[in-house]
């Protein structure tokens, strides 16, 4: 029997899709068919690999080794095949297939979903797959063909193409800061309430501040508390603008509020880690169309927006 009447193109992408999912119910509505179609496709696999490849529980799922193996090499062949396809039909300018996204909650939010609206308009041969979350996916995942991040990953074998450059900046509402007082310098912060983000590598809790330049600068750590965190930014924004303390966010998820006086900067003359944004994507990923052309246009979209939103604070 060849191999490809064992597995074909087609189960490869099925499941890659499952295998991500946390339940076979999940994978279904991924996928747009019921549990019991997800099952049965899955026991057929088996049924021809000769192997199970999944455990399953009442509530979760996993990979049986062989289900860790066969993952491993359907990513790798559908990205051969995407990049194959490419190359066959010179499509440079008509980018055509599956193109996998990761960004953070409220930045893919707010700035990429509609990026990839006009995407999909403009190239209507692609599909798109966008997947949010709180913590980005470490380097070594091959899940996604572009993650949209904030600062440059220290990591060689990625592309780390600049989309924007980007800061992130003290903030909190006039009222909280007619009540409590205004910080004058870092370890002042220690006094105020301020409002904790858990997201990503950030060591929770604690603030770098830098002031000076060249032999003269000078980075402050600053150990911050308060009484609420959560880890979506836009939430966190949300609670400044309400009055219940001090928030560190990206300018981007700011500018507008500080334009119109519902936030004031704190500590202007401080600056913070760098926080620009990022597409991040395997060095295997940049000869294909689809990935290319989608990081050319967040970068096209990104610095007109960024430069309005500076001239705004100016």
């Not at 949010?132 to 070594?140: E, H, I, V």
């Not at 074998?157 to 989309?163: E, F």
């Amino acid at each position: 029997m060849g191999i490809g009447n064992v597995v074909n193109p087609s189960d490869l992408s099925f499941f890659v899709t499952v295998a991500a999912a946390e339940s076979l119910s999940a994978a279904g509505r991924d996928l747009g068919v019921s549990t019991a179609a997800v099952s049965k496709r899955v026991a057929q696999m088996e049924s021809r690999v000769g192997v199970p490849l999944l455990t399953r529980s009442t509530r979760r799922m996993g990979l049986t080794p062989e289900g860790e193996l066969l993952l491993s090499h359907a990513k790798r062949i559908l990205g051969e095949l995407g990049e194959l396809e490419d190359l066959l039909t010179n499509a440079r300018q008509q980018p055509s297939g599956l193109l996998r996204v990761n960004a953070t909650l409220g930045f893919g939010r707010m700035h990429v979903a509609p990026v990839i609206s006009e995407y999909c308009r403009l190239y209507s041969r692609t599909e798109v797959q966008l997947q949010l979350s709180a913590d980005p996916p470490p380097l070594t995942d091959d899940a996604f063909d572009v993650c949209i991040r904030f600062g440059a990953p220290p990591d060689s074998r990625v592309v780390a193409r600049l989309l924007a450059p980007n800061r992130r900046l003290l903030c909190a509402s006039p009222r909280y800061l007619q009540e409590r007082g205004i910080p004058a310098v870092p370890a002042d912060l220690s006094r105020h309430s301020c409002i904790g983000i858990r997201q990503g590598s950030d060591a929770y809790g604690v603030w770098r501040l830098t002031s000076g330049k060249g032999a003269q600068m000078r980075t402050e750590t600053v150990r911050v508390s308060g009484s609420m965190t959560t880890n979506d930014g836009e939430i966190a924004v949300n609670w400044a603008l309400e009055g219940h303390g001090i928030v560190m966010r990206a300018e981007w998820d700011i500018a507008r509020y500080l334009q119109n006086g519902q936030l004031v900067q704190v500590l202007p003359q401080y600056s913070t880690p760098d926080a620009s944004i990022y597409a991040v994507y395997h060095l295997h990923h940049q000869l294909t169309s689809r990935v290319r052309v989608f990081v050319d246009l967040l970068r096209q979209k990104f610095s007109p927006l960024l430069a309005e939103e500076r001239s705004e604070l100016d």
